[in-house]
């Protein structure tokens, strides 16, 4: 009798301290789990915890392919949310990293890294966010601004890209790049549209992105008329388009013909631009150059 | 010969006690291990679900990682031979990346498009920021079909929201009209907040004037020493820009709007937001 007291306080004592052990291994496992909830910052929709709780190899009714399938149609609407989003921004976006660097109750603090297109225009953009939550509103503020732009239209842009990583203006950056890229697919539009009708008068000789577009009638190879359109922006994120024309006529040419539409091309240039805008106004010189009948 | 039978019976019954008292305490005691026993199966099963749980994250963020990095590279996906687990994985993965996809196109004032009415509808919010500080949002709601029209709106009556929406062409390109309408929005908000930035942090400067556009302001400088007043009116005639198009300057001291100083001054505040300007202008000793 005793004996069999003595060991089942023994066994006793044993269970008793394997699940202290057991209880500090789930403390910190509970812990672990805690320090990986703060890196997410959303909560899961109800078919991303099914499928968390499926490879935890909880069963669950449907099975497999039913976890799957339902994934797989939300993932659907959630391309879909994204193409929508693109469309209606003007910007795409490919890839967005985030780092978790503070997420206690009431303060969340990110690292974002950003990376996508305007149109021509390829940017990565990475900037620090930072949420403090109050009783009523949350405050979002944006720290640690930097932007890379990898294109060749750039010399314009630099100014304006120092200014706005000064002042952290990340919702000015992509409204002002966003009206740049409109502004320089214009260009390149119409400086298409006129090499396609006229291609024996015009030349391209930066290529369709570049802000030169070259007048020259094959029967006058010394004499060239420059239309220079350039996308300026100033630092704090006004977009203003300038078309100018320049000239090249040889000395002789001058000299033999020295009427004031050639010499004062430029200034004329100007005044056809104010009244008929800048398609219209670069259309009449390219017919004038190609003495063409067309109207 | 009482006596011995009668301690025979108390004796047996002492043990029948002690026996009683054991198998209870036995019972007891392997009751009490059966708890125990439970206990250790439960804390078990705990820890086995709180592995799994903390290996498929560490999984889905290893996967994640791997897919930024095929998309920063281009590379092809690589699709072997995979488990069913290692799909799901991947779906898995995608869905957080999409997410964050979702919140960045957010986070840089994206318009969160929502569709309505099976297409019939749509719901856009314009997001509004000044230098680091998100400011307020705006809502509007818009029918697309038959004609593109605004339905619903919180936008401030002082913004003209049906020249705008006339000149920009709704009707063709919403996206455009959202892009004028957001300048508006954006450099209304930012007037607005430098000069709730001016009447915080520049006391000795007093506001005579402003208006609810914030498209003019009129500031009460006193020049420190001379006490000189220096009335300053900025006027904001581009409604889409958050610096003024004019700045005029008036005093008692008929010179010193002349003054090389204050000509720089008036340059100054034409360059730099107001409220930074006059941080400038303390420091230089040109204002109280």
């Known amino acids: 009798m005793e004996k069999m007291s003595d060991e089942n306080t023994e066994e006793v004592k044993v269970l008793e301290s394997e699940i202290e052990r057991l209880q500090a291994e789930v403390e910190s496992l509970q812990h672990q789990q805690q320090e990986i909830n703060k890196d997410i910052t959303f909560h899961y929709s109800q078919q991303m915890e099914n499928a968390l709780v499926f490879m935890c190899g909880q069963r669950q009714e449907g099975g497999k392919e039913m976890v799957m399938s339902r994934l797989k149609e939300e993932l659907e609407e959630l391309e879909e949310d994204v193409k929508l989003q693109t469309e209606i921004n003007g910007i795409t976006l490919n890839s967005c990293t985030t780092k978790t660097l503070q997420n206690s109750g009431r303060k969340l603090v990110q690292q974002l890294s950003l990376s996508g297109n305007c149109s021509e225009l390829v940017f990565q953009v990475e900037f620090q966010l930072s949420e403090i939550k109050d009783s009523e509103r949350s405050k979002r503020t944006i720290g640690d601004l930097n932007v890379v732009l990898d294109s060749s239209d750039l010399q314009n842009f630099s100014s304006f890209l120092s200014r706005v990583e000064e002042s952290r203006d990340l919702l000015l950056f992509f409204r002002t790049l966003r009206t740049f890229s409109d502004r320089c697919d214009d260009r390149s539009r119409t400086f298409q549209q006129f090499q396609d009708k006229y291609p024996s008068v015009i030349a391209l000789p930066g290529g369709p992105r570049s802000e030169v577009m070259t007048l020259n009638h094959p029967k006058l190879p010394g004499c060239m008329l420059f239309i220079h359109w350039s996308v300026d922006v100033s630092r704090e994120g006004v977009v203003t388009p300038k078309i100018s024309l320049l000239t090249k006529i040889p000395e002789r040419a001058l000299q033999l013909f020295p009427s004031q539409a050639v010499g004062g091309a430029a200034e004329a240039f100007e005044s056809l631009l104010r009244i008929l805008g800048p398609e219209a106004a670069l259309e009449s010189i390219i017919q004038a150059v190609s003495l063409s009948q067309e109207t | ?288």
């Open chain 2, 1 to 288: 010969m009482e006596g011995a039978p009668a301690k025979g019976v108390l004796s047996h019954l002492s043990l029948l006690e002690v026996k009683a008292r054991s198998r209870k305490t036995q019972l007891q005691q392997h009751s009490r291990v059966m708890e125990l026993k439970a206990k250790v199966e439960a804390l078990k099963t705990q820890r086995e679900q709180l592995k799994a749980q903390i290996q498929t994250h560490q999984d889905l963020q290893k996967l994640r990682l791997a897919m930024d990095k095929q998309c920063a590279d281009e590379e092809e996906e690589n699709m072997e031979e995979e488990s069913e687990n290692s799909k799901l994985l991947r779906l898995m993965a995608r869905h957080t990346q999409l997410k964050d996809l979702l919140h960045a196109h957010h986070l840089i004032g994206g318009y969160d498009i929502i569709k309505t009415r099976k297409g019939k509808g749509a719901c856009v919010s314009i997001a509004t920021a000044y230098e680091d500080v998100f400011l307020d949002t705006f809502n509007l709601e818009i029918d697309l079909k038959p004609t593109v029209k605004i339905s619903r709106h919180n936008i401030p009556p002082f913004i003209p929201l049906n020249n705008l929406a006339e000149q920009n062409n709704m009707q063709t390109d919403l996206r455009v009209f959202l892009d004028t309408l957001s300048k508006h929005l954006n450099a209304f908000a930012g007037r607005k907040q430098q000069l709730k930035l001016v009447k915080e942090k520049h006391k000795s400067v007093e506001v005579m004037e402003s208006n609810v556009l914030c498209s003019l302001l009129v500031l009460l400088f006193t020049v420190p020493r001379e006490k000189t007043a220096v009335l300053c009116t900025l006027d904001y005639t581009d409604h889409t820009r958050c610096l003024p198009t004019r700045v005029h300057l008036e005093s008692e001291d008929k010179q010193l709007p002349d003054s090389p100083q204050w000509k720089k001054n008036c340059t100054l505040l034409m360059e730099t937001p107001v409220h930074k300007a006059l941080i400038t202008m303390k420091k230089m000793g040109s204002i109280a």
